[in-house]
């Protein structure tokens, strides 16, 4: 069933060139040649996916490759690798070396390692999307994950960082603890547009992703001046419904209500609760009540934030 809510491990198995690169969301347990210049790549059981996180991708890619070392949530090293169009590897070199301290300081902030056993980063040239965090695969825009210093607008260092941030956030929060209906994809890109600002910021204050986070909310608040405008958790009805949740209400107004949960709260029991949840959901599902009902108990408090949000809208 293509909803969220069905999750359950995938076995994938692919043919394709024996050139080219083969990747999905694990890594591959078997690889032998097949007929006519192709090979086949069995690939091990995901975690517990609903199908939109399934991904599996062929082509001739240049491949930089990285590792996270082992720190005090995660015990063993992490394989990252990163994929762009052959000549274009040197475009590269500026994510896979942010992506190494941003995964470090996503680990640090929910307490736990990275659901997944590697992390992919590729490239895919004329997508629709900025980018979609299939489970230990991430797939990008060209310009959301490919940066060379003195060609690159300058901007687009910053953007590159938040994206791959956004994108690792996701891991934890969208993946492992996955909603279970289209209504509550607010919780997903909120919590991964928010956080990712922070931790960017914490990375390299310089890239001042803190003040795009700002500029976001300032937007929001201007789209939510109109008479069109609608809640960020409203009825989720017929395909056209969901494609049309993914605007900034969602992402911008959802990341400006969690930065006054968290300064509501506190950030240490926000942190907390946070915590708490994703352990709770870990490989399952979660939903906006239940992340209330976990910062609650972390801040010991009723912290009535579920009246706050009540619109008659």
């Given at each position: 069933?293509d909803?969220?809510?069905?999750?359950?491990?995938?076995?994938?198995?692919?043919?394709?060139?024996?050139?080219?690169?083969?990747?999905?969301?694990?890594?591959?347990?078997?690889?032998?040649?097949?007929?006519?210049?192709?090979?086949?790549?069995?690939?091990?059981?995901?975690?517990?996916?609903?199908?939109?996180?399934?991904?599996?991708?062929?082509?001739?890619?240049?491949?930089?490759?990285?590792?996270?070392?082992?720190?005090?949530?995660?015990?063993?090293?992490?394989?990252?690798?990163?994929?762009?169009?052959?000549?274009?590897?040197?475009?590269?070199?500026?994510?896979?070396?942010?992506?190494v301290?941003?995964?470090?300081?996503?680990?640090?902030?929910?307490?736990?390692?990275?659901?997944?056993?590697?992390?992919?980063?590729?490239?895919?040239?004329?997508?629709?999307?900025?980018?979609?965090?299939n489970?230990?695969?991430?797939?990008?825009?060209?310009?959301?994950l490919?940066?060379?210093?003195?060609?690159?607008?300058?901007?687009?260092?910053?953007?590159?960082?938040?994206?791959i941030?956004?994108?690792?956030?996701?891991?934890?929060?969208?993946?492992?603890?996955?909603?279970?209906?289209?209504?509550?994809?607010?919780?997903?890109?909120?919590?991964?547009?928010?956080?990712?600002?922070?931790?960017?910021?914490?990375?390299?204050?310089?890239?001042?992703?803190?003040?795009?986070l700002?500029?976001?909310?300032?937007?929001?608040?201007?789209?939510?001046?109109?008479?069109?405008?609608?809640?960020?958790?409203?009825?989720?009805?017929?395909?056209?419904?969901?494609?049309?949740?993914f605007?900034?209400?969602?992402?911008?107004?959802?990341?400006?209500?969690?930065?006054?949960?968290?300064?509501?709260?506190?950030?240490?029991?926000?942190?907390?609760?946070?915590?708490?949840?994703?352990?709770?959901?870990?490989?399952?599902l979660?939903?906006?009540?239940?992340?209330?009902?976990?910062?609650?108990?972390?801040?010991?408090?009723?912290v009535?934030?579920?009246?706050?949000?009540?619109?008659?809208?």
């Amino acid at each position: 069933f293509d909803e969220p809510r069905f999750k359950t491990p995938f076995e994938v198995t692919l043919t394709g060139p024996a050139s080219d690169v083969i990747v999905s969301n694990t890594l591959p347990v078997e690889e032998k040649p097949a007929a006519n210049g192709m090979k086949t790549l069995r690939f091990g059981a995901t975690q517990p996916l609903p199908t939109y996180l399934v991904l599996f991708a062929v082509g001739p890619w240049d491949e930089v490759r990285v590792e996270a070392p082992p720190n005090e949530f995660r015990k063993t090293p992490l394989p990252m690798r990163f994929f762009a169009p052959k000549g274009r590897a040197k475009e590269l070199s500026f994510g896979a070396a942010a992506s190494v301290p941003l995964l470090a300081l996503l680990e640090r902030y929910f307490a736990s390692p990275m659901p997944y056993e590697k992390l992919d980063h590729i490239v895919i040239p004329d997508f629709e999307q900025g980018a979609m965090e299939n489970a230990g695969a991430i797939t990008y825009r060209e310009t959301f994950l490919l940066y060379t210093e003195g060609v690159s607008h300058p901007d687009n260092k910053a953007n590159v960082a938040d994206t791959i941030a956004h994108e690792i956030a996701h891991q934890w929060f969208g993946d492992s603890v996955t909603m279970r209906w289209w209504d509550e994809i607010w919780l997903n890109e909120s919590f991964a547009s928010w956080l990712a600002a922070r931790i960017v910021d914490q990375w390299d204050p310089s890239l001042d992703d803190t003040t795009v986070l700002f500029n976001r909310a300032n937007g929001a608040m201007s789209t939510d001046s109109l008479r069109t405008a609608r809640k960020i958790r409203q009825k989720i009805e017929s395909p056209g419904d969901i494609q049309n949740a993914f605007d900034g209400l969602t992402y911008w107004k959802g990341g400006a209500l969690l930065t006054m949960f968290e300064r509501y709260i506190g950030p240490d029991a926000f942190r907390a609760g946070i915590r708490s949840y994703v352990a709770a959901h870990k490989n399952g599902l979660g939903s906006t009540d239940e992340l209330l009902e976990a910062v609650g108990r972390a801040a010991g408090r009723d912290v009535k934030i579920r009246r706050a949000c009540r619109s008659s809208r």
